[in-house]
């Protein structure tokens, strides 16, 4: 097991090919992962089942238990578990087969680390209940009716203010980049350049603060954005 303790969620990587195993630990670490490696099917389960990840990426050419017939036993044991397949074959069959065998989503290689990086928090996205009612301080979000409240007082948002501040509630406290909120809000599309950004920001603080409360969401030079909520 490797020594270090990150304190993010567990991904095993399973790739018979040792660069590529190397590449995504460092680039998963980075991101804040907890990362295991194997390099064939044996080893991987023994670390599905013992280590308990959870998600894996799967490469589907492997020696012994490939990455297909893994993806089937891991969905089996493990419904919850978050898969994405990693290969170099292209066809629509190969992907067919990779996400009839209980995938997440799947990844042709080469690829870029940060494409595969957007899937990952996709699939956790996925995955993740989120409660109907989320609280930060004295600042709450309706999911259903998106809707939120600030001490009682209502603030209706726009469909884009409310994808927006859900980011920052999710998390509070974390500091997130903008090119996270562009992937996560626009779906990294032109209209999720950081003037944008920066204008959206500005509706919710306006909104957040219209009956003279103290500054929620504060700007960090050169690293994005956070939400402090008051206690």
Same mark, same amino acid.
């Given at each position: 097991?490797?020594?270090?303790?990150?304190?993010?969620?567990?991904? $095993? !990587?399973?790739?018979?090919?040792?660069? *590529?195993?190397?590449?995504?630990? @460092? %680039?998963?670490? #980075?991101?804040?992962?907890?990362?295991?490696?194997?390099?064939?099917?044996?080893?991987?389960?023994?670390?599905?089942?013992?280590?308990?990840?959870?998600?894996?990426i799967?490469?589907?050419?492997?020696?012994?238990?490939?990455?297909?017939?893994?993806?089937?036993?891991a969905?089996?044991?493990?419904?919850?578990?978050?898969?994405?397949?990693l290969?170099?074959?292209?066809?629509?069959?190969?992907?067919?087969?990779?996400?009839?065998?209980?995938?997440d989503?799947? $990844? !042709?290689?080469?690829?870029?680390?940060? *494409?595969?990086?957007?899937?990952? @928090? %996709?699939?956790? #996205?996925?995955?993740?209940?989120?409660?109907?009612?989320?609280?930060?301080?004295d600042?709450?979000?309706?999911?259903?009716?998106?809707?939120?409240?600030?001490?009682?007082?209502?603030?209706?948002?726009?469909?884009?203010?409310y994808?927006?501040?859900l980011?920052?509630?999710?998390?509070?406290?974390?500091?997130?980049?903008?090119?996270?909120?562009?992937?996560?809000?626009?779906?990294?599309?032109?209209?999720?350049?950081?003037?944008?950004?920066?204008?959206?920001?500005?509706?919710?603080?306006?909104?957040?603060?219209?009956?003279?409360?103290?500054?929620l969401?504060h700007?960090?030079?050169?690293a994005?954005?956070?939400?402090?909520?008051?206690?």
């Amino acid at each position: 097991m490797n020594e270090s303790l990150p304190t993010g969620p567990k991904v $095993l !990587v399973v790739d018979d090919d040792a660069y *590529v195993t190397s590449v995504l630990e @460092r %680039a998963l670490r #980075r991101d804040g992962y907890e990362v295991e490696t194997a390099s064939d099917g044996a080893r991987a389960l023994e670390l599905l089942r013992d280590w308990r990840p959870d998600a894996a990426i799967l490469d589907i050419v492997m020696p012994g238990v490939d990455g297909l017939e893994l993806c089937r036993l891991a969905r089996a044991e493990r419904p919850g578990l978050g898969i994405l397949m990693l290969t170099a074959r292209d066809a629509s069959g190969d992907q067919v087969a990779g996400l009839d065998a209980g995938a997440d989503d799947y $990844l !042709v290689k080469p690829f870029s680390l940060q *494409v595969l990086a957007a899937r990952l @928090r %996709a699939i956790f #996205r996925r995955r993740e209940p989120t409660p109907k009612v989320l609280h930060a301080g004295d600042l709450e979000l309706d999911s259903a009716s998106r809707v939120a409240r600030r001490a009682g007082r209502e603030i209706p948002l726009t469909g884009t203010e409310y994808r927006l501040l859900l980011q920052f509630i999710a998390t509070p406290g974390r500091v997130i980049p903008k090119s996270e909120l562009s992937e996560r809000v626009w779906g990294n599309d032109l209209a999720g350049s950081d003037n944008i950004i920066e204008v959206y920001v500005g509706y919710l603080r306006n909104k957040l603060e219209a009956a003279g409360e103290a500054r929620l969401i504060h700007t960090l030079r050169g690293a994005g954005y956070v939400l402090r909520p008051l206690a």
